[in-house]
């Protein structure tokens, strides 16, 4: 909490693989700049309970009762935004379509979305995997390590495809790698939704390249 009266509330979330530690550059940075800032270990990361992450859906649901557990008790100054990385960012988009809105208030609980390389698509996101760990698979491998990673997880996350994408309903800039802004994912978000509400820039190079990129979104989302 910063020392004056907040001026809006930032909710970070890490990437897969990472934890709150992970962002705490970008939060300080927001208390310096007066905001509210909640940072979390996402599931079976970090301090949080658990084996298993999943790819973005289930984290959504997790941020949307963290977002409802915090309003309910006075604790959100709104604008309320959500910087996701990667797994955190499908998590923000996701909760932004899903657990947004307050009903009691008639607005919406988040504000705006900055989603940093998010994969938009269960595809999308085994794709990645593929490619990061340098690996080559049979021509199924996603319904192989989709089934493998259900068996051992017991979760019931859906399969999230292509035809599953929503247009998003808040303010949102989405950065995406150059080499991946012709995805069919990326392109398809882009058709569906309003150039007024979402942003597409490429990811910066360097770190302080995407502070500055985050920062400047969450100021102007005020």
């Known amino acids: 909490v910063p020392k004056d009266p907040a001026i809006g509330t930032v ?6 693989g990472e934890n709150r530690d992970s962002v705490l550059p970008l939060a300080l940075a927001f208390l310096t700049s007066n905001y509210s800032v909640v940072t979390i270990d996402q599931r079976a990361s970090g301090r949080s309970t658990g ?17 409802a557990y915090l309003d309910l008790r006075n604790q959100l100054k709104h604008p309320v935004t959500v910087v996701g ?26 504000d705006a979305v900055a989603a940093m390389n998010p994969h938009l698509s269960s595809s999308r996101w085994l794709d990645i995997l593929k490619t990061k760990h340098e690996t080559c698979w049979f021509p ?15 979760y019931a996350a859906p399969y999230r495809e292509l035809v599953d994408i929503q ?11 150059e080499s991946r802004l012709n995805d069919r994912e990326v392109l398809r978000l882009k058709e569906l939704s309003s150039d007024t ?26």
């Open 140 to 154: 199924f491998f996603r319904t192989i390590m989709w089934w493998y990673y259900g068996l051992r997880s017991s």
């Open 51 to 67: 084996e298993y992450r999943g790819d973005g859906w289930l984290e959504g649901n997790d941020l949307g009762e963290i977002i």
């Open 167 to 177: 247009s998003v309903r808040v303010p949102t800039m989405l950065f995406v790698e």
């Open 197 to 222: 509400l979402l942003t597409l820039n490429p990811t910066p190079t360097d770190e302080s390249g995407r502070l500055d990129r985050v920062l400047e979104f969450v100021r102007g989302a005020e």
């Open 85 to 110: 990385f990667g797994v955190g960012g499908d998590a923000a988009i996701l909760s932004s379509l899903n657990e947004s809105f307050d009903y009691a208030q008639d607005k919406n609980r988040i």
């Open 11 to 16: 909710i970070l979330l890490h990437d897969d």
